[in-house]
């Protein structure tokens, strides 16, 4: 069956500008969560939704990072006034419920000019 | 607070090699452990797990030992082969929280 998608692959942006990163996850799955990998690093985490509901939100580096879930599947992950800092790999994953295997998306490649 | 510390790369072996990738955590309470593996060109995907003190995950040939006295799930293969090259990725995941905690990684090459 699908896996987790997100779109776009790639982003190019330049430094003050705001994006949006979108997540499909798999199909049934409650739990979505957000990660971000800088370069040579592990994933970070930055947020967690069970259903619509951000149920953990406490890796959200400041307040220009936003997400949201509205119907308890698809989510996007919003950036205001983006820095340079910004550019890294934003992964998305999607597990059955809580506590069960996250299967990961291949990930957005956010570049901020 | 909960962190991951492995053995940094890259690492570089012969096929058929013995494999060791060194992990140790720092955690309250009792962490699940994982070890995630990313191949060139692909997503990040779960290659093994142990869930409390003395499991053993295996996977693909890949072994490691949940050590609750060592803080360690260091991961393990008697054979490597050149299609194992990878990154991969030591991980835990808090008793009462559902995210993840990464290492930060280690780049595996097997030389044919």
């Known amino acids: 069956g699908a896996g987790v998608s997100q779109t776009p692959s790639n982003k190019v942006t330049e430094k003050g500008k705001y994006v949006e990163l979108r997540c499909d996850p798999i199909s049934g799955h409650t739990a979505l969560y957000w990660y971000r990998q800088s370069l040579g690093q592990g994933p970070e985490f930055l947020i967690y939704f069970q259903g619509t509901g951000a149920a953990d939100d406490s890796g959200l580096p400041n307040d220009r990072f936003f997400a949201v879930r509205p119907e308890g599947s698809v989510s996007t992950l919003k950036i205001q006034r983006t820095e340079r800092g910004d550019s890294a790999v934003y992964l998305c994953?999607?597990?059955?419920?809580?506590?069960?295997?996250?299967?990961f998306g291949p990930g957005t490649r956010l570049t901020v000019l | 607070g909960n962190s991951v510390t492995q053995m940094e790369g890259p690492v570089t072996l012969s096929e058929e090699a013995f494999l060791t990738i060194n992990c140790t955590y720092t955690?309250?309470?009792?962490?699940?452990l994982f070890w995630y593996v990313q191949y060139p060109g692909e997503g990040l995907q779960l290659l093994l797990k142990?869930?409390?003190?003395?499991d053993k995950g295996s996977n693909k040939g890949f072994e490691a030992t949940y050590r609750k006295e060592t803080t360690s799930f260091h991961l393990e293969k008697g054979s490597v082969q050149v299609s194992d090259s990878a990154v991969y990725f030591c991980?835990?995941?808090?008793?009462?929280?559902?995210?993840?905690?990464f290492g930060s990684g280690t780049r595996l090459s097997i030389r044919p």
């Open positions: 955690a309250t309470g009792y962490p699940s």
């Open positions: 142990a869930t409390k003190a003395d």
């Open positions: 994953a999607s597990s059955l419920d809580w506590g069960n295997e996250q299967f």
């Open positions: 991980a835990l995941s808090p008793s009462s929280a559902s995210k993840i905690i």
